[in-house]
């Protein structure tokens, strides 16, 4: 099928599995699988501008379906979402700065490159070590087999990195916010450097940055999983239609490829939505821990071979 | 309990395939109606153009769920 807004030839049916599977892992973590989407693109020979654009596009209206089941399930903390949208828009102003600011100094490509592995990394072992340490303390706690039990139970969240939260969530700098949904009171200092580094990231590393966003949620602000992952969708709905609309303007985006990748994506998004109802948090947390793995790779690859996605 | 389970799955594959077809339907009506439109939008008025963008997927998103919803409601009714 021919695209000629980005002037590309791709298989139909190839976007629409390629949507579908980034559609259940954005419903089930949280995220915008833009480390999936743009190499895929990249793949089929659409243009980088293009790659990056139109994947922010998808990732608008995959989000806005993901988000809408979570807030019917209630995992959706509008006023967190509200405050880290602003956060996230100004961060991603830094880091798209600090591109720029790289590219005139003629070495973006191998910092943000290295960055890109030592957070991937960073992360991925820090949650496997936290979700295998807290599985392990519940351990037998929660050993209830009923169905219907398991599916409520699922909900209640633990993490051994929980006193390290409590202190953070302790540190009374004025103005605190109460936020009934997640069952925390904060500092907005403190919801505002969580949103601010995220979008540092997502300018700098590109994507929505949820790899980063919603560990952040859980780990700093004290979220429970499930309402990180709907709180974290909902605020990829806003900063990625920021994305979305800044990339269009400068001609990055093929919206019949978006629209056709969407396809895929909203049912794989529901079924990402409602199969995270079956798991707890620690679950979720451990199962997250390889795709920042498989953001690593795909960098380390590009490093080594010298071939650009 | 578990008939409770199967129940609210079989609904849930019911609104799900009923979904896709819409999706597909809007895809393939964008295509053929707003396929050399959005073209030329996106080569002389990039401005009009990335609002259309928004609002096209994120009407794919949004209206596309509700009247899922609704045909869904519909359906099932002479079902009960």
């Known amino acids: 099928m021919f695209f000629p807004i980005s002037n590309s030839h791709i298989n139909p049916v190839y976007l629409v599995v390629v949507g579908f599977v980034i559609g259940i892992l954005g419903g089930f973590f949280g995220v915008g699988g833009s480390f999936i989407a743009g190499p895929a693109l990249r793949l089929m020979g659409v243009d980088w501008n293009y790659a990056v654009g139109t994947d922010l596009a998808h990732i608008v209206g995959k989000s806005i379906v993901a988000a809408r089941k979570h807030r019917t399930l209630g995992n959706v903390d509008l006023k967190l979402g509200m405050i880290m949208a602003l956060g996230?828009?100004?961060?991603?102003?830094?880091?798209?700065?600090?591109i720029q600011a790289l590219k005139r100094a003629g070495n973006v490509n191998s910092v943000v490159s290295w960055v890109a592995i030592v957070v991937y990394l960073g992360i991925s072992i820090f949650m496997f070590w936290e979700s295998y340490a807290t599985l392990r303390l519940h351990k037998g706690r929660s050993r209830r087999t009923v169905s219907d039990v398991k599916v409520v139970e699922s909900k209640a969240d633990?993490?051994?990195?929980?006193?390290?939260?409590?202190?953070?969530?302790?540190?009374?700098?004025?103005?605190?916010?109460?936020?009934?949904?997640s069952g925390i009171q904060i500092s907005l200092w403190i919801i505002l450097v969580v949103a601010?580094?995220?979008?540092?990231?997502?300018g700098f590393l590109g994507g929505g940055a949820g790899y980063i966003r919603m560990p952040s949620m859980v780990y700093v602000l004290g979220v429970p999983?499930?309402?990180?992952?709907?709180?974290?969708?909902?605020?990829?709905?806003?900063?990625?239609?920021?994305?979305?609309f800044t990339h269009a303007i400068k001609g990055n985006v093929d919206i019949l490829i978006a629209l056709v990748m969407h396809t895929g994506a909203v049912i794989g998004?529901?079924?990402?939505?409602?199969?995270?109802?079956?798991?707890?948090?620690?679950?979720?947390?451990?199962?997250?821990?390889?795709?920042?793995?498989?953001?690593?790779?795909?960098?380390?690859?590009?490093?080594?071979?010298?071939?650009?996605? | 309990m578990k008939q409770d389970a199967a129940r609210s799955l079989r609904a849930?594959?019911?609104?799900?395939?009923?979904?896709a077809v819409l999706v597909t339907g809007y895809?393939?009506?964008?295509?053929?109606?707003?396929?050399?439109?959005?073209?030329?939008?996106?080569?002389?008025?990039?401005?009009?153009?990335?609002?259309?963008?928004?609002?096209?997927?994120?009407?794919?998103?949004?209206v596309l769920d509700a009247v899922t919803t609704v045909l869904f409601r519909l359906l099932r009714r002479p079902w009960r």
């Open chain 1, 88 to 98: 996230t828009i100004a961060g991603a102003e830094g880091g798209a700065q600090l």
């Open chain 1, 269 to 309: 998004a529901q079924i990402g939505v409602v199969a995270t109802q079956y798991f707890a948090g620690p679950k979720i947390r451990l199962a997250f821990v390889p795709l920042p793995l498989i953001g690593a790779a795909i960098v380390i690859y590009t490093l080594v071979t010298g071939h650009k996605f």
């Open chain 1, 225 to 244: 999983t499930h309402l990180a992952v709907g709180t974290d969708l909902f605020e990829i709905v806003i900063s990625a239609s920021y994305g979305t």
């Open chain 1, 158 to 181: 633990h993490s051994a990195f929980g006193p390290v939260t409590k202190k953070i969530q302790r540190m009374k700098i004025w103005p605190m916010i109460s936020l009934p949904t």
């Open chain 2, 12 to 19: 849930f594959a019911a609104e799900l395939a009923i979904y």
């Open chain 1, 196 to 202: 601010v580094v995220g979008g540092f990231f997502s």
């Open chain 2, 27 to 62: 895809f393939f009506l964008v295509l053929h109606v707003l396929g050399n439109w959005l073209y030329q939008l996106e080569t002389q008025h990039r401005v009009p153009y990335a609002v259309v963008a928004i609002l096209l997927i994120a009407g794919q998103a949004v």
